[in-house]
């Protein structure tokens, strides 16, 4: 059943993250500030830029050298060499590409902007740094949820979210490249409406939904919000990876 609301609580204070940070502590600590406690089936929505800082997951770009592919690349996008180079290495291959634009699919399937290479709201004091996605990031949602199932003694889901563009829509939207504790969709295939008729095809991406959600109060400048909690929202309960959100080749009709 559909819940009759939901609440969205941003995390107060989350520190600038560095290599090693324990997230789950920085979580908890967080929620002791705010007076909260979790609660069986809440859910975390996780940036995916904290993550990777604590996973040591930054790279000084004048430790790159591009290659001859990169430099071309560059050329023809108009990006700073180095940074392609970096873009490459965390690719597939190249989707698309036209001017400044370079759309990619990750080592992971993700199909993104730049691969998920980051250079907004992340510094070292070195140089110039560009921030890559996670190795796992469902291996990452796993570690997190399970530090916090230990210290606290509840079942929630923790979800990774990165922020992607829409093939067929302006704007960038939050999206789960990561997830514990829960099934990313929804099949809802066998159901009646209202009406009584049978679903045949709805799935509904449930992740990304609960990630759009925390997008409104995460934001994309200088909100410093990594951090939402989601409670009372209806997921499917439940051990599912955020790889499942993606269209298998052989269904894409679009690639």
Known sequence: MTAAHINLIALPGIPDIAPGDDLAAVILAA?????????????????????????????????????ETALALAEATG?????????????????????????METRHGWIC?????????VKDAAGEVALLLPLDPDAS????????????????????SDTHGRAWREGTVNVAIGVAGMRPLADLRGQRDRYGYILRVTIVARADELAAAAGLLIGQA????????????DYPRGEGRAVELQRPPERDLFR
């Open 79 to 103: 990006k700073d060499p180095r940074l392609t180079e970096v873009i490459l290495q965390e690719s597939r291959g190249v989707i698309r590409q036209r001017g400044g634009v370079l759309i």
């Open 31 to 67: 929620l002791e500030r705010a007076g909260l406690h979790l609660q069986d089936g809440d859910v975390l929505v996780i940036t995916q830029k904290i993550v990777s800082k604590a996973e040591g997951r930054a790279v000084l770009l004048d430790a790159v050298t591009p290659t």
């Open 222 to 233: 200088a909100e410093g919000v990594p951090v939402v909690l989601i409670r009372g929202a």
């Open 141 to 160: 949602a796993r570690c997190i949820r399970e530090a916090l199932n230990a210290a606290t003694g509840v079942d929630i889901a923790v979800i990774i």
């Open 113 to 121: 902007a730049n691969a998920g290479v980051d250079r907004s709201n």
